[in-house]
């Protein structure tokens, strides 16, 4: 598994590219506590390069803006906030599928390290 730095941060990592891993990071942020404890981990360590997918790059952008501000990032806030751009991220149902998907996550810290 290879990794790159990011053009936003040295301390930036891509993820191993799969879809069902970038959705589980997504699902996790998206999740209520205890699982959005990995917040800071998460943005710490990967930048919106390490994103594939160009909705998934969409969905990280706007969870890392409402994470820097007091706006909740919770799956039904950030599916609110992107409303206007539901259709070309796949239907609310996509959001809604990855929180559901974020179980799978279980080396997140690893992946974010390497």
């Not at 590219?17 to 942020?29: I, M, P, R």
């Amino acid at each position: 598994m290879s990794h790159h730095q990011s053009a936003d941060s040295a301390t930036h990592h891509l993820l191993p590219s799969a879809v069902g891993v970038e959705k589980s990071v997504l699902g996790l942020l998206l999740s209520r506590d205890p699982l959005s404890t990995y917040t800071p981990l998460v943005t710490a360590g990967i930048g919106v390069d390490a994103f594939t997918y160009p909705a998934h790059k969409i969905i990280w952008e706007e969870i890392v803006s409402a994470i820097t501000t007091p706006v909740p990032h919770d799956c039904i806030s950030i599916t609110q906030s992107l409303a206007h751009r539901l259709d070309e991220l796949g239907g609310a149902h996509s959001l809604t599928e990855m929180v559901l998907d974020a179980g799978m996550v279980t080396q997140l810290p690893r992946y974010i390290e390497q």
